[in-house]
């Protein structure tokens, strides 16, 4: 089965601090996605990022950045010089991988409520 | 470019009662997935529609029950309500391109409340 764990519930920072939201996951699946979504105060889960499990190469768009290590099966987000629009609780997912070229269903972590203050 | 649109927003029934949640795509979207997101907690797997048909299914009773149409929205129904079934419900779309993984794109949701 699979799951993930997002260990921080809720963290705060002050604006233009560095923040990095932990994401730990388990499955037997040696193909797999992982993925992040921000969900604002109006519900809506807003697509950030989908890394395959083949693909071990950081990434980096704008002030954010994400550090896939499968040795520690973890898939880290940071924000940099945080501003408070990115206020909102951020969920890590992940799902197998599709032999049916649909998308395999999400199972999300609990998520972490990011709190940037002024 | 409409996104993913879920109708009503907000929904007040008793227990007892069916409902029924509607989700329209995003545009050029042909799968539809729906999600029930507890307070407090990650969204949860129920189902998936593609051609009409469901494709998965994730650990919810019969009660829980879809549809979906040549056009490609769906429905959720839910019967004999409970108050545990009280959440706010996620309607995802996505593209079949016949190999990956594609990212599903949510709408805003229907919060449900049972009285």
């Known amino acids: 089965a699979q799951k993930v764990t997002q260990a921080q519930t809720e963290i705060s920072v002050v604006e233009k601090e560095d923040v990095t939201l932990d994401c730990v996951y388990e499955t037997r699946d040696t193909t797999y996605y992982l993925f992040w979504y921000k969900q604002p105060p109006s519900g809506e889960l807003v697509f950030l990022i989908r890394?395959?499990?083949?693909?071990?190469q950081n990434e980096i768009s704008g002030r954010y950045s994400w550090n896939f290590q499968k040795s520690t099966s973890s898939f880290n987000f940071t924000i940099t010089a945080s501003q408070v629009v990115d206020s909102a609780v951020y969920f890590c997912a992940l799902s197998e991988a599709s032999n049916t070229g649909t998308a395999s269903k999400l199972t999300f972590g609990t998520g972490t409520r990011l709190q940037v203050t002024l | 470019d409409a996104g993913v649109t879920q109708s009503p927003t907000h929904l007040i029934k008793t227990r007892g009662q069916q409902v029924t949640l509607r989700c329209s795509p995003k545009s050029g979207h042909d799968t539809v997935s729906w999600y029930q997101q507890a307070l407090g907690q990650g969204p949860q797997f129920i189902f998936q529609y593609y051609e009409e048909e469901e494709r998965q299914r994730g650990n919810f009773p019969d009660r829980f029950s879809g549809h979906q149409f040549p056009n490609y929205s769906s429905e959720l129904n839910v019967n004999a309500l409970l108050l545990g079934d009280s959440a706010l419900y996620l309607c995802?779309?996505?593209?079949?391109?016949?190999?990956?993984?594609?990212?599903?794109?949510f709408g805003d949701g229907t919060r449900l409340s049972i009285l």
């Open positions: 890394r395959n499990s083949f693909d071990e």
């Open positions: 995802a779309s996505s593209l079949n391109m016949g190999v990956g993984n594609q990212p599903q794109h």
